[in-house]
């Protein structure tokens, strides 16, 4: 068999542009509809084109009418104030750095208020850990065995993200003492993912001082203890993104394609970076100087110690 040189000419006019259905033609694009670029279904999270969308999305689309938002949504706008950024707060949580281990104590006690405060509910009881005022919600963020913590980790959270117009974007209050929220004054933000890590995980470790002392009334509340195993914890958790990094650069190279660390560097920021090589975490200066107080890095001019100076 030889092949047949024949020719047509076609006129660009008979040109008709086609419509795809994810890897399939649905048609002419003058012809097809619903176009799957133009609609999408109303309550699907991120808007995807109709042909991304697939059971999960379809789901919740048809239920968003029938589901009411938590409690606890209108308790903090009740006591803070609205436009609390919820999205930003869960993405915070399903998209972040951490796991259940790390983030579950600070998602059902702190953002659900579901903590046991002894005081709360109009009733009278001194505080587990200072012993000076009414163990309620108002007096948890303020507390002053908490506080000083509190306030020198907001000092340092300050250097790290920079400054808007002027103006310091943390302050100390309930706003993010309790939910991480920074920029009161202007629209408000929560941390990013790698800081936010670090609050969650904080909170853990001081729910778990007052469970301690709410057991043991002889038992006296650490909050340097408290900081620095949540500081310890912490140094683990970005430490298994190195691990997740060189794992995936592994791979890269088995399999001879490009590799970079762009995703988990940006989810990093501005803690730490991991070099293209995968070698090593280049960790903030104001972060190093945390995880080097508290034991858990090296460093050339500080060393480790069980009472860190904050």
Request: hydrophobic letters at 35%.
């Amino acid at each position: 068999m030889i092949p047949r040189e024949i020719w047509k000419t076609l006129h660009i006019d008979y040109f008709a542009p086609l419509t795809k259905w994810g890897k399939g033609i649905m048609g002419r694009t003058n012809r097809v509809y619903p176009h799957p670029n133009q609609w999408t279904f109303e309550n699907t999270p991120g808007r995807k084109p109709l042909d991304q969308i697939g059971v999960n999305e379809i789901y919740r689309a048809l239920t968003a009418t029938k589901r009411t938002a938590p409690n606890c949504m209108q308790n903090w706008e009740k006591r803070l104030g609205p436009g609390i950024p919820w999205r930003a707060i869960a993405e915070n949580i399903t998209k972040g750095l951490g796991t259940n281990r790390d983030t579950s104590s600070w998602f059902k006690n702190i953002l659900h208020r579901a903590l046991y405060l002894k005081g709360k509910g109009g009733q009278k009881a001194a505080c587990s850990a200072c012993y000076q005022e009414n163990e309620d919600w108002i007096h948890l963020w303020r507390c002053p065995i908490w506080a000083r913590h509190w306030e020198i980790i907001i000092e340092d959270i300050n250097k790290m993200l920079p400054p808007i117009q002027g103006t310091e974007r943390v302050k100390v209050g309930p706003d993010f003492i309790y939910l991480g929220i920074i920029d009161e004054d202007t629209t408000p933000h929560v941390l990013p993912s790698s800081l936010a890590l670090l609050h969650a995980i904080i909170w853990k470790y001081v729910i778990m001082e007052l469970y301690k002392v709410s057991q043991n009334e002889y038992y006296k509340v650490s909050a340097n203890e408290a900081f620095r195993k949540a500081l310890r914890r912490y140094t683990t958790r970005i430490r298994a993104n190195l691990r997740k990094a060189q794992k995936a650069r592994a791979r890269s190279i088995h399999q001879e394609y490009d590799h970079n660390n762009d995703l988990i560097n940006k989810k990093l920021q501005p803690v730490a970076h991991i070099d293209d090589e995968c070698e090593e975490i280049e960790w903030h200066p104001v972060v190093h100087r945390w995880l080097a107080l508290a034991g858990a890095e090296e460093h050339e001019t500080i060393t480790p110690t069980f009472t860190p100076e904050w």
